[in-house]
């Protein structure tokens, strides 16, 4: 991500997207720190966070069974 792209993000102009989307309450920085990764550092972390997720599923799911 360029540095001017950031300053948009951390600085943006009154009407722009990414002000509205500031005043709307998104985090702009989680944006910023998301970009700084490479396509495969985000792909990587994606499969991390589905590989955490299908084991929360699975230590659910037993509970699940016994509740019905």
């Known amino acids: ?3 001017s792209a950031e300053e ?7 009407g722009s997207a990414a002000a509205r ?3 709307f309450g ?3 920085t989680l944006l910023i720190q998301r970009l700084r990764l490479t396509p495969e550092e985000r792909l990587d972390d994606l499969q ?3 590989r955490d997720l299908e084991e929360a599923r699975k230590s659910v799911s ?3 069974r016994r509740k019905r």
């Open 1 to 3: 991500m360029n540095r």
């Open 8 to 14: 948009h993000l951390l600085n943006p102009p009154p």
């Open 21 to 23: 989307a500031r005043d």
């Open 26 to 28: 998104i985090d702009l």
């Open 48 to 50: 991390r966070v589905m």
């Open 62 to 64: 037993p509970f699940l």
